[in-house]
């Protein structure tokens, strides 16, 4: 069974800080989302990492993936209070050619203080 | 270009009722899944449909069913309903087909937060 697994859990940060979040999983899946949820609300896409060694970045944030390590990592540079959200990362697990079957993680709750 | 549409947003229920959750697709898109979303289990996929056909299903009950339209649009329900079943649930829709690029994300509608009392 495919697990992922998101730490920290809960994330407080000041700005101008930079931070990492990680999310590991179990299987040898190369396709992981990263999704960020504000509250109330749903949730919006981030990055699409469909290779090893992905890398992509929008404004302050960088997300990567090593799929040999089973790890992505999502890079917060100098963080501003517009950032504070639930950030969730997602594996892809295929069954059978289904394409919408995504197993997410507990998802990081990120809060940015002045 | 409008977004996923679920309907209704807010719903209220009792034990033992049944419910049936909307869902419109951005146009184009043939392939719907469905999310739960709350506190203590967090995000799990339900099901998923592409061309009205069943492609995958979640680890629920059959208390939980959906269908999918030739229009693509969706509906689940949850029948017999228990106080477990509150949550948020997620529709989302991809313009992805079986055996094609993995490269859209899932595309979220706003939900439809679920209380059961």
Redesign the interface.
Known sequence: ELKVEQNPLFLSMQEGKNYTIYCNYSTTSD?L?W?RQDPG?????LF?L?SNGAVKQEGRLMASLDTKARLSTLHITAAVHDLSATY?C?V?EE?????????????TKLSVKP | KAGVTQTPRYLIKTRGQQVTLSCSPISGHR???W?QQTPGQ????LF?Y?SETQ??K?NFPGRFSGRQFSNSRSEMNVSTLELGDSALY?C?S?P?????S??????????TRLTVT
């Open positions: 396709r989302y999704y609300k749903s949730l919006e896409s699409v469909l969730f997602a892809d069954y059978g050619g289904s394409q919408g079957n995504l197993i997410f993680g507990k998802g | 392939s719907v899944s999310y967090g995000l799990q996929f998923e592409f492609r995958n979640g997620l989302a991809s992805r087909t079986p055996g094609g993995y490269n859209s994300p899932l595309h979220f509608g706003n939900g």
